[in-house]
């Protein structure tokens, strides 16, 4: 489909659009896209070039060995042995499709060492996923981690939301309109894992709500860990590559406001308010738009003056956090232009140098479906703080996208504005518009959609991995009482044989008298 726009070089751009099921949820790109890549340009040339973050491409095998790092599995390529009875025991809540992506990275890794013939002692596969000890536990006590069968399910009302889910952090719980609320064909089951219902998709067909007490947090260590393990199994049963990197290691600015690592702001502004989890200067330009009014029209469409903009970037520098700045003199449509600024001028960006692939990679998946499932997982992975500040950012879109009837701020409007600004790696690359230009710009546009959209949804801990940490907490504790048992039946065994010694030297020592 081919849509008029401003610029140009579009002209000659026929953009066919996906031909899917989901298709009244993917955007074709109008004139707003590229302005918006235009502003960004402009206001680029005008300000200090940002510093590029340096990826380093891993050699052969080394992406599996972060991999299993990463996913607490060290220990299976020879780091890590103090921790190698947890990781069993971890290994152990595994399903059938996690435990097929691990051994595929084990895999890997094995014959990466053996072409470079070094001698690590790496476990057999099959003996790492056969431990006795643990089996029959997990048989016992992880029937609810495999997928459903068809008759269980039969038995059971499909359900539009699934229940008892925790949520990854305290939402403010405003309502959602209802035109922005996904459709019941598009809500995810969160009881079983995506890859195994991926790998079985005539078998899962329902939600399985199953009451459990979820007043307890799981340990987010765990979590994800196990996101990770179950994003790869899901990427692996769809055949879709799911490419991680890793930044090298960059000098960047360790103080201001703008073109600062996040973990850095966070650390200024705890010294300042302690407990707060989103940078302050976010939250302040997020409370000036909203004082001005969400249904002003055209609210970050409408650039502010790039000399007034550039004046106040240095200023917020120079006072923000002496509490001089005076931000009654901030227009609205400067501080959304602030906005952006900060948020696509952080040196690492918000969806993180390692899974800004991945977040690229979720519109090739087959379905909707597995598009939601992925985002859920990638969301978990990231940092606290970049989590934290990726929710705050989308609430705030969500609030714009509520106006939509005075500040003409449509989903599809402000999703198409927000993305050259999120994923700044797309919007730096682009020298030219072609066909392949504007499918990747549709991508990304459509990724930023599917975020606003199903918000709700992100910040919920699928309760099937809920469940497999606290199962693997029960292994564990299973496993604490029988060795504390063992090793006091041995210091017991230890005294008594002792004891024993020193009756039978006292006898001796009395016949020798």
Not at 169 to 175: E, I, L, V, Y
Request: proline content about 4%.
């Amino acid at each position: 489909m081919n849509h008029g726009n401003g610029n140009p070089s579009l002209d000659k751009v026929s953009f066919n659009r996906s031909g899917s099921q989901d298709s009244l949820d993917e955007l074709s790109l109008d004139d707003c896209y590229w302005t918006e890549v235009e502003n960004i340009k402009k206001s680029t040339d005008n300000s200090q070039e940002k510093q590029d973050v340096v990826v380093k491409e891993p050699d052969e095998g080394e992406e599996e060995e972060e991999w299993l790092k990463e996913a607490g599995l060290s220990i299976l390529f020879g780091e890590g042995s103090a921790d190698s009875q947890e990781s069993m025991v971890f290994l152990a809540t595994l399903t059938r499709t996690q435990s097929a992506a691990v051994q595929k990275r084990i895999d890997t890794v094995r014959q990466t060492l053996r072409k470079k013939n070094k001698h690590h002692q790496i476990p057999d596969v099959r003996d790492v996923f056969k431990q006795p000890a643990v089996s029959k536990e997990k048989d016992e006590g992880l029937n609810e981690l495999q997928p459903a069968k068809t008759s269980e399910v039969a038995q059971e009302e499909p359900k539009e939301k699934s229940e008892g889910s925790i949520p990854a952090q305290d939402s403010k719980g405003q309502s959602t309109p209802a035109e922005d609320v996904p459709l019941p064909e598009t809500d995810i089951n969160l009881e079983v894992s995506f890859a195994e219902q991926a790998s079985n998709v005539n078998e899962v067909s329902g939600v399985r709500n199953e009451k459990e007490d979820d007043t307890l947090l799981p340990d987010m260590r765990k979590v994800t860990s196990l996101a990770l393990i179950e994003l790869t199994a899901l990427y692996d049963v769809l055949n879709t590559e799911l490419k991680l990197q890793r930044a090298a290691k960059v000098k960047v600015k360790e103080t201001g406001v703008f073109r600062v690592p996040l973990s850095i702001l966070l650390e200024q502004d705890q010294r300042k308010v302690p407990g707060t989890k989103v940078p302050l200067i976010l939250q302040s330009l997020i409370s000036l738009i909203e004082k001005g009014g969400l249904g002003t029209e055209g609210v970050l469409r409408i650039p502010g003056a790039s000399s007034r903009v550039k004046a106040l970037c240095q200023e917020l520098e120079a006072t923000f956090y002496e509490g001089t700045f005076n931000w009654d003199t901030v227009k609205q449509h400067d501080a959304a232009s602030l906005l952006k600024f900060f948020i696509r001028e952080l040196p690492l960006p918000l969806l993180t140098v390692e899974y800004m692939k991945a977040f690229h990679s979720v519109q090739y998946l087959p379905t909707k479906q597995h598009r939601l499932q992925a985002l859920n997982l990638l969301v978990i992975l990231l940092p606290d703080i970049h989590r934290d500040t990726l929710k705050a950012l989308l609430e705030f879109l969500q609030k714009i996208v509520d106006h939509r009837g005075q500040n003409k701020m449509t989903l599809k409007n402000v999703a198409m504005i927000m993305a050259p600004n999120l994923f700044t790696d797309h919007t730096s690359s682009i020298k030219g518009v072609d066909q392949d230009a504007v499918t990747s710009a549709t991508r990304t546009a459509n990724i930023m959609l599917f975020m606003i959209k199903y918000q709700k949804l992100l910040w919920t801990i699928p309760k099937f991995l809920v469940a497999q940490v606290r199962q693997h907490n029960i292994v564990s504790q299973k496993k604490n009482v029988k060795e504390k048992a063992v090793k006091k039946l041995l210091k017991r065994m230890a005294y008594d044989r002792e004891k024993s010694e020193k009756a039978e030297k006292s006898l001796a020592d009395v016949s020798i008298v």
